[in-house]
């Protein structure tokens, strides 16, 4: 064997996996010990080719053909053989032995391979999702654009139909009056005719008759006759239509944005522990700073931040209510609940999920319109949070309350079921409340009330650690009633007994309390895009607004 050769001891056949490899069988790409060469040559259905090893580990020289390479010029970066070297062409080149070169560029492939692997590839699913939800989201605006429009077009249609309306009743009571004159005129016509006819009647009597003494007493009504009445005129009266000037009327409908198009950096962060420490690392300020107080006069059990200016609150009544920082109420959503929603999450293109222990549901709000998105039977739906891949994670226990588990959708199907460690113990108590959110490194994170602990579990379903509290004099027992996380893989869990918030690493270790913001049975927790904490306190109805990185 070659003494270089013989330093690779790791190389071992790949038949018995127990013999150093010899040669190489070209034909079936499988490495051979001596042993196994006859063994591989005994199978006479195919036309083996078996060579030495080294000739499969030492490329043949392009210009000498019967010569294998056996050193690399990194200068020309390409194999050499010793005739290349002998005959000067590469003469003051710097070379190294090829089987060197061949283990370094080996290291490469599979930095490279786990490169594409742990951060390439599951970035551009990212990517794909995004562009999936994107596409969603874009379908849902248009709907409500064109809806947006037709209620525009039926809005202008209706104040048209009411000037017409109000035109046709104009018409209609100047014809009446018109109408109303001419008859008033006709009937005194009419009665005149019947006068004269009378009077015709009787002259031709008296004339027939040649009573002298009739002739005496007749007068002369011809005078009175001859006085026509006034004639009544009823002119017509016209409609001149303006013209419709298209331009003005587009104007007053309404208008639309123009096409805009742009590109700019994806700013996806690659889901792995090395992309996190490339983070831009925000140190924790040694004291908290509450930046903003939003009253809402309700009694708080969550919030969930639709972007940095809006927060979505529930509290023990039916409603969920969206307030911007000013403490406006902004929108407010009556849940189908028989009573009050379990949890609040919002999506990442800004529907509003909430789950409903009594119906067995967790429901999405889209366009104003609430569905229900999973429905369970012997399971009750508590709490709820929306992963950056786009499913849910929603903890959930039995109907007797003897088990607990956490369960990830994708859509409306069920992906994975997280509910024993590797030894088939159970990962979280029996019962209780279990506060859920996933850290920026894809770790399940889950405030355990049963317990009092935090228990993190990998993507992959393992334990990673359990957090049972800060050993402090100063605290009492540890009691965590929600849970966030936020850029720098940072867990944050509000700690209701002691009225403050526990941070800790992404390893579980404790970092800081704070405790400094006058805080008061805090409860709901989340974190926005800019790090920015919003504490949502029981009792007194009010989100806290902290900076504390």
């Known amino acids: 064997m070659d003494p270089r ?26 490495n051979l010990c001596v042993v196994c060469v006859e063994k591989h040559l005994s199978d006479s259905s195919k036309r083996h ?21 056996e050193q690399f010029c990194e200068n020309c970066d390409i194999p050499v053989c010793s005739l290349c070297i002998s005959q000067g062409q590469h003469h003051d080149h710097k070379a190294i032995d090829i089987l060197q070169k061949l283990e370094s560029k080996a ?24 562009i999936k939800s994107e596409k969603a989201s874009l379908e849902r605006h248009y709907e409500q654009l064109t809806a947006a429009v037709s209620n525009q077009g039926e809005d202008l249609h209706r104040e048209i139909n009411l000037i017409v309306q109000k035109q046709k009743y104009e018409i209609d009571k100047i014809k009446t009056k018109q109408l109303a004159s001419l008859d008033e005129q006709g009937n005194e016509i009419k009665q005149k005719i019947c006068d004269l006819t009378k009077c015709i009647l009787d ?75 490339c983070l831009p690392v925000k140190p924790l300020l040694d004291e908290p700073e509450l930046i903003t107080i939003i009253g809402t006069g309700h009694e708080l059990k969550s919030v969930s931040c639709l972007n940095d200016e809006e927060i979505w ?58 569905h229900e998105l999973i429905i369970l039977k012997e399971w009750i739906p508590y709490y709820v949070c929306c992963s950056s891949s786009g499913d849910l994670l929603i903890t959930m226990n039995s109907d007797v309350y003897k088990k607990s588990k956490v369960v990830r959708y994708s859509g409306t199907r069920e992906k994975q079921t997280i509910h024993f460690d590797s030894e088939g113990k159970p990962l979280f108590s029996s019962g209780y409340y279990k ?62 007994n002691n009225h403050c918030i526990h941070i800790l690493d992404g390893n579980g270790q404790f970092l800081q309390f704070i405790d400094n913001c006058k805080l008061y049975r ?27 990185m």
């Open 203 to 277: 002259l031709k009597k008296i004339l027939v008759a040649s009573d002298v003494s009739l002739t005496f007493e007749y007068k002369s009504t011809i005078a009175e006759l001859k006085g026509f009445p006034l004639k009544v005129n009823v002119p017509k009266p016209r409609f001149s239509p303006q013209k419709i000037n298209t331009e003005q009327l587009s104007e007053m409908f309404g208008s639309l944005s123009p096409l805009s198009i742009t590109t700019e950096e994806h700013g996806y962060t690659m889901k792995t522990p090395e992309a996190v420490s």
């Open 313 to 370: 609150t529930r509290g023990v009544d039916s409603i969920m209510r969206l307030y911007n920082l000013c403490g406006e109420l902004l929108h407010s959503i009556h849940s189908k609940s028989k009573d009050w929603p379990c949890n609040i999450a919002v999506t990442r293109t800004g529907d509003l999920i909430y789950s409903d222990p009594y119906k067995r549901t967790v429901n999405i709000v889209e366009n104003k319109k609430t």
């Open 435 to 496: 506060y859920i959110c996933e850290n920026r490194n894809l770790d399940i994170c889950v405030a355990d009330s049963g317990d009092n602990s935090i228990v993190v579990v990998t993507q992959a379903c393992k334990l990673r650690f359990r957090y049972t509290g800060h050993p402090s004099k100063s605290k009492k027992s540890f009691d965590p009633v929600r849970i966030t996380t936020d850029s720098q893989s940072q867990i944050l869990t509000a700690n209701n």
């Open 522 to 548: 805090p409860w709901g927790l989340c974190v926005d895009s800019r790090d920015n904490l919003f504490v949502a306190e029981c009792n007194s109805g009010k989100v806290k607004k902290i900076r504390y």
């Open 5 to 30: 050769y013989s330093a690779q001891n790791i190389l071992l056949c790949d038949l018995c996996q127990k013999a150093a490899l010899q040669s190489h069988c070209e034909l079936c790409q499988v």
């Open 107 to 130: 290291k490469d492939l599979k930095k490279d391979l786990n490169e594409l692997l742990q951060r390439i590839f599951p970035t551009y699913k990212e990517i794909a999702l995004h």
């Open 49 to 69: 080719s078996v060579v030495p090893y080294k000739h499969k580990t030492y490329p043949k020289c392009t210009n000498h053909s019967r010569k294998h390479c």
